[in-house]
């Protein structure tokens, strides 16, 4: 298992990104399921400047 908790600079101001964790919910087109995606996003406080973080797996 491998784990990055490494801070990432924005590229934007420098200021420190944050990791966060988004959810994307999808429905399946004709039928009432849902599927929902998890993956996590580099945010910056700052500018608001965001980045997807490597290594997302449904
Ligand atoms: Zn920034």
Do not use: H, N
């Not at 908790?5 to 966060?20: F, Q, S, T, Y």
């Amino acid at each position: 298992m491998e784990m990055s908790i490494d801070a990432k600079e924005c590229p934007m101001c420098g200021e420190r990104m944050r990791l966060v964790p988004r959810e994307v919910v999808d429905r399946i087109p004709g039928t009432p399921k849902t599927t929902t995606t998890r993956y996590q996003e580099w945010l910056c406080p700052e500018c608001d400047y965001f980045e997807e973080s490597e290594g997302t797996e449904g």
